[in-house]
């Protein structure tokens, strides 16, 4: 496994990679890697001979309340997990890299970054969108998988890469999540035991979200209220949002119909936690 930290270094591994006629498997990251990393670097590996792995905290995506010196950063631990999950070639530009001049040219996805997470973070996903443009235009054509854990960041990627004609086909894959259904994600470390214990009420929110509209319930309302109910009557969460949206653009359906995604995010203690399930409706069922 080889790292390059420039641009040019990193189109030409890939490019080399391509003409030797392996097809390439994509990784964005912004590194200190955990095991729902590693499910996609495993994939893109299952799937392709050259995975590259991007390592880079893009300071884009930070509002002005959020700290980017404190995300935590680890090279030599993320270059083993990658290596150990079959990647090829981990990519760690320096923001000087990335960023040379004061970036001028943004990408905003509209309508779909607008509400839920883009509510309360207004700046975020243009700063993940110009990102992860930059990043598909070094990689060239490739498979670029992603967690559908953070799913508007997915959809936003998704419709930026079909806007735009990238070259690139979004894989998004499984939330990994632990025995009682919590989602694996790194903030669960910032759990008190209750709040660990609390922090399961999200999923089962989302399945009685699903067991609803599975029954026959289509009214959008009475799906925001059964699972923001469930989330409400635990002590430990602060519910910050519960909706079904169209899974695509991330806007109210009524009646729900369609490729539908249920969305919760809640705040138990310091940590802010969010989970997500797809649905599909049959229109007129
Ligand atoms: O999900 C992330 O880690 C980041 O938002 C991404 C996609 C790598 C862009 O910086």
Redesign the pocket.
């Known amino acids: 496994m080889e790292t390059v930290t420039t641009i040019a270094a990193a189109r030409d591994r890939l490019d080399r990679a391509r003409a030797d006629g392996a097809t390439v498997g994509l990784v ?3 590194g200190y890697l955990h095991e729902g990393h590693a499910s996609l670097i495993e994939r893109a590996a299952a799937e392709h001979p050259f995975v590259a792995v991007t390592v ?1 905290v ?1 300071p884009l ?1 930070f509002g002005p309340t959020e700290d980017l010196d404190a995300y935590p950063r680890d090279l030599a631990a993320d270059q083993q997990l990658i290596e150990r999950c079959g990647g090829t070639l981990v990519i760690a530009p320096s923001v000087e890299e990335m960023y040379p001049r004061p970036i001028l040219t943004t990408v905003t996805v509209a309508e779909v970054s607008a509400r839920l997470e883009g509510a309360s973070r207004p700046t975020h996903f243009a700063g ?1 969108a110009t ?2 443009a930059k990043l598909f235009n070094l990689a060239g054509p490739c498979h670029a998988y ?1 967690g559908e854990k ?1 799913w508007q ?1 997915v959809a936003v990627i998704r419709r930026m890469a079909q806007d735009l004609n990238f070259p690139v086909t979004v894989v998004a894959c499984p939330i990994v999540r632990e025995p009682d259904g919590l989602a694996r994600s790194s903030r669960n470390v910032y759990l008190t035991e209750p709040e660990r214990a609390a922090a399961p009420v999200l999923h089962r929110a989302l399945e009685a979200g699903i067991a609803a509209i599975e029954r026959g319930e289509r009214d959008p309302a009475a799906i925001h209220r059964l699972m923001a109910d469930l989330v409400g009557a635990e002590p430990h969460a602060a519910l910050d949002y519960a909706e079904v949206v169209d899974a695509a653009t991330l806007t109210p359906v009524d009646p729900l119909a369609g490729e539908l995604r249920l969305l919760v995010a809640a705040r138990f203690g310091r940590a802010r936690l969010i989970d997500n399930v797809g649905v599909e409706v049959a229109s007129g069922s």
């Open positions: 964005p990251t912004m880079f893009n995506q993940v990102v992860v992603f953070d960041q």
